[in-house]
C-alpha cells in the first residue's frame, strides 16, 4: 500500500469515525474503526507506524474518556507493534485474511483493555469478551475492508 | 557514543514501542485532576482540526436540509397566501355587487360566468342560470362598474351572454349630461366605437357615455365606457366616431348581474322602443 493511498485510507477512517460514528451501531455493537486503522499501519508500513499509530489514535479516543486516559493508547501501541512485528508471517494482502486480523486484533485489544476496565467487576468483563467482543470484532472487519476496498476501487478507477 | 546511537538505531522499533507503552502507562497512573487536564489538551490537539472540518460538514448537511424543508414551507405558505388573497379579491367583488343590489330596488339575478367562449378575446360569456331562474334573451348584463353584455341563447340552466366585445353587439349611447346620442359597438379589431356622431356635436375626449334607453333592451344610464378621442368616419367623412375605453374591463369579471326586472324592459323584440325607466340614479347615487 503506497502511502498516498494509506493517508487517504487514515483520513476515510478519522473522518467516517468522527461524522459517522454513532450511526455505525448494530444494535449494541460498536465498530472499531481506529483499530482498524492500527492493523492497517502495522501490516503495511511496520512496527514503527503501528505503534505511533495505535499511540495516537488510542490517545484520541482516550481524550474523550477520562476515567482510563492512556489505556486506549497502550492497548492499541500493543496491538500495532504486535502485528507490525508478525506482518511477515502470512500472506497479508488478501482481503479474508486480513479480515481474521482484523478479528484477532479486535479480541486481543478487548481482552487487554476490559482487563482493565473491568478489573473490579469479573462477570462484565466475561460478559464483555465472550458475547460482545466477538460481534463488535466481525462487525470491525467487514467495515474495514468495505472501507479498503472501496478506496482500492476508486483509486484503480482514477488512475485508469 | 556512535555504538550508543547505532543501538538505539537497531532497536528503534522496540524502544519506540517501550516508549510509548511507557508515556500510556504514566497516562494512566496520572491523578484524575491532570488527566482530565491531559484529556482536554489532547482532544483539543488532536482532534479539534478533524471536529472542526466535521461541524462545518455537519452545519452544511443541516442547512442543505434546512433549506429543503424551507422551500417546502415556502411553496405552501405561498399557495395559502395564493388562496387567501383570492379569497380577499372574491370578497372585495362580492361586497361590491352586494353594495350594489341593495343601492335601488331593482330586481337583479346574480350569476357566475362558468365559461368564457373559445376566442382569444371573448365575445360571449356562459352563465349559470337559464329560464328557470327566470332569465330570457335580451336582458342586460351588468356589473357595479357599468355595461357587459346582454342575454341571447337561454337554456334550462345556463346563458350565453353577447359581450359588448362581440362584433354584432351594439347600444343606443349617449354622453351623460348631453344629448348626443349614438350607437356603441366594438369594429372588428376588438376597440370599442361610438359611431355615426353627427359632425357638429358636444363630445370630448373623458366624457363618460351611457345607455340612452332607446332600443328597449338597455335602460337608460348604464355606462358604456369613456371618449378617448374622436376622428372622422373613413367612408362617407360627414361623420366622426369616438373611440371609446370600455367602463368593464372584461377579462376581471366573474360574476355579473342580469337585469330582470320587466319594470325597464321594454315591450317586446321592437327595437324602436325605448327601455320604460331609467337606471341612471343606480350609478349617481353614492
Known amino acids: 500500500m503506497s502511502n498516498l493511498k494509506f493517508l487517504i485510507f487514515a483520513l476515510v477512517l478519522f473522518f467516517v469515525h468522527l461524522l459517522f460514528y454513532q450511526y455505525l451501531s448494530f444494535g449494541e455493537t460498536y465498530p472499531d474503526l481506529f483499530l482498524i486503522l492500527v492493523v492497517f499501519a502495522g501490516l503495511y508500513k511496520g512496527p514503527e507506524a503501528g505503534s505511533a499509530a495505535g499511540f495516537f489514535c488510542g490517545l484520541a479516543q482516550d481524550s474523550f474518556s477520562y476515567a482510563f486516559f492512556g489505556l486506549h493508547a497502550l492497548t492499541k501501541t500493543i496491538i500495532g507493534f504486535l502485528i507490525g512485528k508478525i506482518r511477515h508471517s502470512f500472506y497479508s494482502n488478501n482481503f479474508l485474511v486480513q479480515g481474521v486480523i482484523i478479528i484477532a486484533a479486535k479480541m486481543l485489544h478487548d481482552i487487554i483493555y476490559y482487563a482493565v476496565f473491568f478489573s473490579q467487576v469479573p462477570g462484565s468483563y466475561l460478559h464483555q469478551i465472550l458475547l460482545r467482543t466477538p460481534l463488535s470484532a466481525v462487525y470491525t472487519a467487514v467495515l474495514g475492508l468495505g472501507i479498503l476496498f472501496l478506496i482500492n476501487f476508486r483509486i484503480r478507477i482514477s488512475s485508469r | 557514543m556512535s555504538k550508543f546511537f547505532s543501538f538505539i538505531w537497531d532497536h528503534r522499533q522496540n524502544l519506540l514501542f517501550l516508549l510509548l507503552v511507557l508515556i500510556s502507562l504514566s497516562a494512566l497512573s496520572l491523578s484524575s485532576h491532570r488527566r482530565f487536564y491531559l484529556a482536554r489538551r489532547v482532544n483539543r490537539a488532536i482532534l479539534a482540526p478533524f471536529q472542526l472540518v466535521v461541524a462545518r460538514v455537519d452545519y452544511f448537511l443541516q442547512l442543505k436540509s434546512e433549506n429543503v424543508k424551507l422551500r417546502k414551507s415556502n411553496f405552501l405558505l405561498n399557495l395559502e397566501l395564493y388562496r387567501l388573497q383570492e379569497a380577499k379579491r372574491q370578497n372585495q367583488r362580492l361586497e361590491a355587487l352586494l353594495e350594489f343590489s341593495r343601492r335601488y330596488p331593482v330586481r337583479f339575478i346574480a350569476c357566475r360566468i362558468i365559461s368564457g367562449g373559445l376566442g382569444e378575446k371573448a365575445h360571449v360569456f356562459i352563465i349559470d342560470k337559464g329560464f328557470e331562474d327566470g332569465l330570457s334573451p335580451n336582458l342586460p348584463v351588468l356589473v ?143
Open chain 2, 144 to 286: 357595479p362598474e357599468g355595461l357587459v353584455g346582454k342575454t341571447v341563447e337561454v337554456d334550462p340552466h345556463r346563458t350565453v351572454v353577447q359581450l359588448y366585445s362581440h362584433p354584432e353587439f351594439r347600444v343606443s349611447a349617449k354622453p351623460r349630461g348631453k344629448e348626443d346620442r349614438a350607437i356603441v359597438g366594438s369594429s372588428q379589431n376588438n376597440k370599442m366605437y361610438m359611431f355615426n356622431i353627427p359632425l357638429r356635436n358636444q363630445l370630448e375626449p373623458g366624457d363618460l357615455i351611457v345607455s340612452s334607453g332607446m332600443g328597449g333592451i338597455f335602460p337608460k344610464g348604464i355606462p358604456v365606457g369613456r371618449i378617448v378621442g374622436l376622428e372622422e368616419e373613413e367612408e362617407m367623412r360627414i361623420k366622426m366616431r369616438a373611440r371609446m375605453e370600455p367602463a368593464v374591463d372584461l377579462d376581471k369579471v366573474s360574476e355579473v348581474f342580469v337585469l330582470a326586472d320587466t319594470a325597464f324592459i321594454g315591450p317586446g323584440d321592437n327595437l324602436l322602443f325605448e327601455a320604460t325607466d331609467s337606471l341612471t340614479q343606480l350609478w349617481e347615487r353614492p
